[in-house]
């Protein structure tokens, strides 16, 4: 989305009941509470990661929540919550798949891991199974080299020496907790937003 469609989004389509909790805007205190009183704004990563927590994605009218409260202009919240790989801008499937391809994974096989678990699920990077259960993305380092290569699943469960037999359990278990449990418990989604 361009900065430009993105600002005239959160001016048009204001939010008919608060984006976030009180609950969330009491976490994101704390983050603020860190820094000091003029610098708020440093609690960006922090704030939209609790919105994150709580709405399952950063809608524009997300973006412009934490923007408001942080006293940020909306296009430079949007400018970080784009940057960043960890940040959801599409509602995610079930299970976010990220797979790192930086040089120590890449020399790993990395690439030959992201190849496959795309092949495997017919989807390219950035998109979700037409089911809903994964979301693909390209990470960058998550700082364990040593276990190249590496994916995370839902921004917390580290995976590690993910060859193609490795990357075939995963999805079978995935699938299988997905049948065993049809309710959603990804990230604390907060509704159908
Ligand atoms: S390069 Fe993949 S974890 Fe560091």
Same mark, same amino acid.
């Given at each position: 989305?361009?900065?430009?469609?993105?600002t005239?989004l959160?001016?048009t389509?204001?939010?008919?009941e608060?984006?976030?909790?009180?609950q969330a805007?009491?976490?994101?205190?704390?983050?603020?509470?860190k820094?000091?009183s003029?610098q708020?704004q440093?609690?960006?990563?922090?704030?939209?990661?609790?919105?994150?927590?709580?709405?399952?994605?950063l809608s524009?009218?997300?973006?412009?929540?934490?923007?408001?409260?942080?006293?940020?202009?909306?296009?430079?919240?949007?400018?970080i919550?784009?940057f960043?790989?960890?940040?959801?801008?599409k509602?995610?499937?079930?299970?976010?798949?990220?797979?790192?391809?930086?040089?120590p994974?890449? *020399?790993?096989?990395?690439?030959?891991?992201?190849r496959?678990?795309?092949?495997k *699920?017919?989807?390219?990077?950035?998109?979700?199974?037409?089911d809903?259960?994964?979301?693909l993305?390209?990470?960058?380092?998550?700082g364990?080299?040593?276990?190249?290569?590496?994916?995370?699943?839902?921004?917390?469960?580290?995976?590690?020496?993910?060859?193609n037999?490795?990357?075939?359990a995963?999805?079978?278990?995935?699938?299988?907790?997905?049948s065993?449990s049809?309710?959603?418990?990804q990230m604390?989604?907060?509704?159908?937003?």
């Amino acid at each position: 989305m361009s900065g430009q469609a993105f600002t005239q989004l959160s001016i048009t389509e204001r939010p008919q009941e608060p984006a976030l909790s009180a609950q969330a805007y009491e976490k994101i205190d704390r983050e603020i509470a860190k820094y000091p009183s003029d610098q708020k704004q440093s609690a960006v990563m922090a704030a939209l990661t609790i919105a994150q927590r709580e709405v399952g994605w950063l809608s524009p009218e997300v973006q412009a929540a934490v923007a408001t409260y942080l006293d940020m202009p909306a296009i430079a919240v949007h400018e970080i919550a784009s940057f960043y790989t960890m940040y959801n801008l599409k509602p995610p499937g079930r299970f976010k798949l990220t797979i790192c391809t930086n040089l120590p994974c890449g *020399l790993r096989n990395g690439n030959q891991s992201a190849r496959y678990l795309q092949a495997k *699920l017919g989807i390219g990077f950035n998109d979700t199974t037409a089911d809903g259960l994964f979301t693909l993305k390209e990470g960058e380092c998550m700082g364990a080299c040593g276990d190249a290569p590496v994916m995370i699943v839902n921004d917390h469960r580290m995976c590690s020496w993910m060859s193609n037999d490795r990357i075939d359990a995963l999805i079978d278990e995935l699938r299988a907790a997905a049948s065993d449990s049809p309710e959603p418990k990804q990230m604390g989604k907060k509704g159908e937003r």
